[in-house]
Structure formats: C-alpha cells, structure tokens
C-alpha cells in the first residue's frame, strides 16, 4: 500500500501539488466549480451577486468532490493500474501512498462541508456529504458489479447547481431541480459516448459499463437523454430565470445539435460518431450555463435592504432577500413561454377579443 512513499520523496513541490491536484480529480472539478458558480448566480435572482458568499459556496463544494474523487482512486487504485487512461494517477503510478491520499480526502471533507455549513446553511453542506457518499460509496464499489452505476454518477453531476442554488437562496426551489435535471440529462450521452469510445479499456479493468453489458442500447440511451435536453430554455423561462427569450431560442439550438450528433451515432455506431457526440457535449454545457448568465433576471432587487450581503455568512435576512428578487423577478419583459400561456389562459379563445368586465365598460361610458 505504502510503497510509494519513497517515490514520493523525490517530487519537487510543483509536482506535488500537481500529484494532489490530479488526486482530487481538479480538471473534472472545474465543471463542479461552473455548476456550482450558476447554480448560485441564478438562485440569486435580481440581488446583487456577493462575491464573497459566491466564492465559498463554490470553494466548499468543490473540496466535497475533491474528497469523493480521492476516495474514488484509493478503491480502485488496481483497476485504474490496469487502464491506459488512468494507469499514470498519482496512485498507480506510486507518486502518492494510499494513506497520504486517504487523509487528504478526510480534510478535504471536512473542509467543504464545514465551508458549507458555516458560509452557506446546513442543507447545502448535507448535499456536499450526500454526493461524496453517492460518488465514493455507491457509485464507486457499482462500476464493477452494474452498467446502472452511470447513473448513479449523472445523480452525482447534477447535485453541484443544486448546491449553489441552495447556498443563494436556502431551499430547493423548482429552479434547482430545472438545473440538476438538465445537468443529469446532459451526462447520459457524454459518458455513453465515452464508455462507448473506451469500452475495451472498460472491459480489461474489469468495469461493468452499457457499452460492454447491452453494447446495442448505448446509443439510444444517449439519443433519449439528449431529447431530455429540448424543454430545458421553456422551464427556465416558465420558473422566471431568465428574462429574454433569446434563452428559449439559444438553448433549443443547442439541444437541437446535441439531438442531431446522437442521431448520427445511433444510426452509425462508430467510434468517430461517438467521438463527435462527446465533443459536442463539452461544447454544450459551458455555452448552456452561459447563456443562463447572460439572460439571467436583471438586478431588480437593488433597491432592496442588503445590509445581510455584506458578510459572507448566511441569515434570514439573505434569504427573504432572495425571495423578494424572485418576486421582483416576475416584473420582468414576459418571455416567449409566458406571452403564450397567457394569451390562453385569459381569453374565451385564443382568437377572440379579451372581455372587459362590465364595471369597466361603466366607467368608461362616464368618462366620455
């Protein structure tokens, strides 16, 4: 177990850290870092963004997925030995002993769910420790006894916004789960596109992934869950995250190329399909959370008391605060969704002129 400790002595301190960097799974945490940060910024509605409380929300949860992703690597230390991908990780390439990582995954816990707990509310901090015993107990030990643990995994990627979402406003409101739904939907065709492109390397690891286990339904998994993505701009729209329609457009196009790159892939199962749906779907995400940015309601909460943003660490205060800038976000110019659901809602038929209520009509007769 320990016998890399002597390996260990001759990193310099760059090389450490890009040891534990990599230990901790940093360039999958970027995205965890992305998710988190919009989960925040839209939860946070028209209040005016705290870059401090933005800042440690992100921060813990990002040391809650460095803790599962260290946890990841000391269970299978052996398997990944045995992948070209991952045979060069700190663990099996003997940079780190198995207790040097074990306790930098300790601390790293305990860092981000304290960091939670304390900057942002104790739900957010139970979603941290949530998700490292998802991806570290439950995901972990099921990649090689079941092909269901992709999905287990995708429940683990969508849990990132929600934190961020419940750091800004201290509950799950539908917002949230608009973000993780559409964070879950967007794992299933980019790592069935990847398991699909690895599958040998799957297979000799001993991993029980579709791609090896119902090799035949790999595409159309991936083909259902982008369709997933389609309603995506609508929810948003229909929840009051944004304010302009050019989300519904923009994101339609986007899940519209996703759709069409599983089409191809379904219809031709080759690897150099399978690499284009992988690569379009890195391409979605971060072009999905910008436009969420973007199009974000406006800061029409300003006029409203921020004495409680002024310190990082939550209150009452800083929820209700949030709340009044949702309910100040609905002022917003109506979007594309809403404009219709109205326009049917309220009138006898989508054709016929709106009725004006007799007291009305009473009261404008008097005036004339």
């Known amino acids: ?37 919009v989960g925040y910024i839209m939860g946070s509605g028209g209040v005016p963004l705290n870059l401090t ?22 269970y299978e230390v052996e398997n990944d030995a045995l992948m070209k991908r991952t045979r060069k990780r700190p663990l099996p390439a003997g940079l780190i002993p198995r207790s040097h990582a074990l306790a930098f995954a300790a601390v790293a816990a305990a860092t981000g769910t304290t960091t939670l707990a304390l900057a942002c509310n104790p739900l957010a901090a139970a979603l941290g420790a949530l998700n ?78 579709l791609s090896m286990t119902k090799p035949q339904n790999v595409p159309l998994v991936a083909l259902r869950h982008s369709l997933y993505l389609a309603p995506v701009g609508l929810l948003a729209a229909h929840f009051n995250m944004t304010q302009s329609p050019w989300f519904e457009i923009e994101s339609t196009v986007l899940s519209a190329y996703i759709v069409y790159l599983a089409v191809k892939f379904y219809r031709n199962k080759t690897n150099a399909n399978a690499r284009r749906l992988f690569l379009g779907s890195l391409a979605y995400l971060p ?59 309220d009138a006898p038929f989508p054709l016929l002129p709106m009725p004006v209520p007799s007291s009305e009509r009473r009261s404008s007769q008097s005036k004339e």
């Open 132 to 209: 490292i015993v998802l991806y570290a107990g439950i995901y972990t030990p099921l990649k090689q006894r079941s092909h269901w643990n992709t999905w287990i995994g995708a429940i683990v990627g969508a849990v990132p916004p929600v934190i961020g979402w419940v750091c800004a406003t201290g509950a799950i409101d539908p917002g949230a789960l608009v973000l993780g739904g559409a964070l879950f939907a967007w794992q299933m065709p980019h790592f069935m596109a990847l398991a699909w492109m690895y599958r040998q390397d799957y297979e000799a690891a001993g991993y029980r992934m």
């Open 1 to 37: 177990g320990d016998a890399a400790a002597s390996p260990r002595a001759q990193l310099s301190g760059p090389e450490l850290v890009r040891a534990y960097m990599e230990l901790s799974k940093a360039k999958l945490n970027a995205l965890v870092v992305i998710t988190s940060g």
């Open 287 to 345: 072009l999905l959370m910008g436009f969420l940015v973007i199009h974000r309601k406006s800061d029409a909460g300003a006029d409203l008391e921020t004495e409680a943003l002024s310190s990082p660490l939550p209150s009452t205060q800083r929820v209700e605060s949030g709340s009044a800038a949702h309910d100040a976000g609905a002022r917003a110019p109506p979007c594309l969704f809403t404009r219709a659901r109205d326009a049917l809602a």
């Open 53 to 74: 409380h933005l800042f440690l929300s992100t921060a813990g949860t990002a040391a809650c997925a460095g803790a599962a992703g260290a946890l990841n690597q000391i």
